[in-house]
T-cell receptor, first 111, second 116 residues
């Protein structure tokens, strides 16, 4: 059982470049989330979705966009990368909205 | 707003030592409380949870009791192993906003290192 799969695992971007972080889950979960993890700062919610076609902003949405065209996929888009977006990004999913299942993360550096 | 505060690390212990990682919370509603663990190079995974006051969550020898009177959810283990070395996150989940969506708040994480 694959669970939550994130790609890529590592990426280096130049300032102003764009990229999409991929996230897919095979558990038929309605709830999906994107978090960023900065050193000593815990996890901050970027965007979340309660089902296909429905997305909403979290605590730190600026500089990011998401879409949810299917139950399985929840990609995160960075349009104009900035050094402040250097972080580790985690995708998570949930069936009930309580217990979260996390992917293994994407380490992103913007130089 | 809701918040979670946990003790700063790193915490370094010898194998078989007793572990306590403190966690306190503030919440306007009636949250569920969680401990998640993150092993090196991996995502977070649920360790244990408690959904109401006085509930005790337990898993893999770890325990935490939901104390409403002290707004705490401290993580304990009687005898740690080298394999317990990881980062531990306290979190709360609150659906009291009325939207039906659970709002998760995470603490900053506590790194535990267990020496053989």
């Amino acid at each position: 059982n694959a669970g939550v799969t994130q790609t890529p695992k590592f990426r280096i971007l130049k300032i102003g470049q764009s990229m999409t972080l991929q996230c897919t889950q095979d558990m038929n979960h309605n709830y999906m989330y994107w978090y960023r993890q900065d050193p000593g700062m815990g996890l901050k919610l970027i965007y979340y979705s309660v089902g296909a076609g429905i997305t909403d902003k979290g605590e730190v949405p600026n500089g990011y966009n998401v879409s949810r065209s299917t139950t399985e996929d929840f990609p995160l888009r960075l349009e104009l990368a900035a050094p402040s977006q250097t972080s580790v990004y985690f995708c998570a999913s949930s069936y009930t909205g309580e217990k979260l299942f996390f992917g293994s993360g994407t380490q992103l550096s913007v130089l | 707003g809701d918040s979670v505060t946990q003790m700063e690390g790193p915490v370094t212990l010898s194998e078989e030592a007793f572990l306590t990682i403190n966690c306190t919370y503030t919440a306007t509603g009636y949250p569920s409380l969680f401990w998640y663990v993150q092993y090196p190079g991996e995502g977070l995974q649920l360790l244990l949870k408690a959904t109401k006051a006085d509930d005790k969550g337990s898993n893999k020898g770890f325990e935490a009791t939901y104390r409403k009177e002290t707004t705490s959810f401290h993580l304990e283990k009687g005898s740690v192993q080298v394999s317990d070395s990881a980062v531990y996150f306290c979190a709360l989940s609150d659906s009291s906003g009325g939207s039906g969506t659970y709002k998760y708040i995470f603490g900053t994480g506590t790194r535990l290192k267990v020496l053989a």
